[in-house]
């Protein structure tokens, strides 16, 4: 059996695996991202230790929301305040003896699409989460392309551009990209821009405005219209850069594929390079419930 742990920003999850890739026994507690790195590890510990003390447990996967180095050591993770060079691996190999690893959360669920997924049969893929944010990972050759500092993949951040340039934001690392402009809060901001209808409910979701799309609400057609040119512009550049024609798309927000993906196509058509137009492949991620629990216990199995 093998156990998969997915850390967010308010909640640690987690799971056993079996060989068949079914879960059993999932457990979940809160946690505070604005907590101390000790409390949240000593959360961590207390969570594997439940199960190892029962379950013959053999391997533990995690998947964490920041940069994971090639050590397991978190170099930062901005939903968790306190998570700054944190040698997390080091500390938890201290506690237990069991083969463990530690990636960043996007990786994680590319691993799950790679080894049992949408990419099981692709050596190369770009995985792309939407969700909250915008997260992503780098197949190649069958293996995560990390980088130099763990890092690679992080799509969310790639710049959109100066049409909305503003000096004051320049130096802030999460302005003007491609998750601050396809989020879930900005998806949901941009219909409210569009729609003159003041009687919006407070509650409003991206699924909501999925199913106004569907019937017929101009605002929310011209809401994805907007999202996927985004979406496309981002996906192009990153695939032009690294010369790869397959993307997964996984998360939340994918579950509005009927009508996200042809706006993103009308892109991509226009702007791939024409080495890559020809036979690119946008997928649907197979896996878009329990991701980081089903891709940490495949990544836990990996390394036995």
Known sequence: MYLGIDIGGTTIKGAIMDDYYSLSHQNSIPTNPNSAHTEILENIIEFIANYTHNYDIQSVGIGIPGVVNAEGTVLIAPNLKDFKNIPVKKILDEWFSL???????????????????????????????????????????????????GGAGEIGHTFLGFSEFDSREINDFRKITLESHTGRLAIIDLYRKLNSDKSI????????????????????????????????????????????????????????????????????????LPSLSANYKLLNAKYNKNTGIYGAAMLGKSIL
């Open 99 to 149: 083969p463990l690893i530690l990636d960043n959360d996007a990786n994680v669920a590319a691993y799950a699409e790679l080894y049992n997924g949408a990419g099981k049969n692709l050596n190369n893929f770009l995985y792309v989460t939407l969700g909250t944010g915008v997260g992503g990972a780098i197949i190649y050759n069958g293996q995560i392309f990390k980088g130099n500092s």
């Open 201 to 272: 409910a407070t509650d409003i979701d991206v699924i909501d405005i999925f199913k106004l799309a569907k019937n017929h609400d101009i605002s929310a057609i011209k809401c994805f219209e907007i999202i996927g040119t985004y979406l496309g512009s981002g996906l192009a550049s990153a695939m032009n850069l690294l010369d790869i024609p397959n993307v997964i798309i996984g998360g939340g927000v994918s579950m509005t594929s009927e009508i996200l993906f042809p706006n993103i196509e009308k892109i991509l058509s226009r702007r791939l």
